[in-house]
Nanobody
Framework: QVQLVESGGGLVQPGGSLRLSCAAS????????MGWYRQAPGKERELVAQ???????DYADFVKGRFTIARDVGKKMVFLQMNNLKPEDTAVYYC??????????????WGQGTQVTVSS
């Protein structure tokens, strides 16, 4: 079983910054990628940024130049630095990891989500 625990959400004014963190734990034997998705009210969940093992970070167009993803492989953590936040960034942000265990193939694991609200 794999657990992902996020932290760092909150309320921030437009133009402000937040840093999200996610820690993976459990009986996984491999992590292929870690990343962040978000879901705003009435909208589908969408990819924000991800890092595939051995690859470069991948960003959604709407966050390029504002958000930075980083991964600590040894600590099984992923971070999302969000700068110049806009009201349209308001959403629940979910940590995602593609993991496998001794008894399960590669599959998606999700955190519980952390609320990010950008408002004046």
């Amino acid at each position: 079983q794999v657990q992902l625990v996020e932290s760092g959400g909150g309320l921030v004014q437009p133009g402000g910054s937040l840093r999200l963190s996610c820690a993976a734990s459990g009986s996984m034997i491999g992590i292929n990628s870690m990343g962040w998705y978000r879901q705003a009210p009435g909208k589908e969940r969408e990819l924000v940024a991800q890092i595939i093992s051995g690859g470069s970070p991948d960003y959604a167009d709407f966050v390029k130049g504002r958000f930075t993803i980083a991964r600590d492989v040894g600590k099984k953590m992923v971070f999302l630095q969000m700068n110049n936040l806009k009201p349209e960034d308001t959403a629940v942000y979910y940590c995602n990891a593609k993991t496998r265990t001794l008894i399960t193939p590669w599959r998606d694991s999700w955190g519980q989500g952390t609320q990010v609200t950008v408002s004046s």
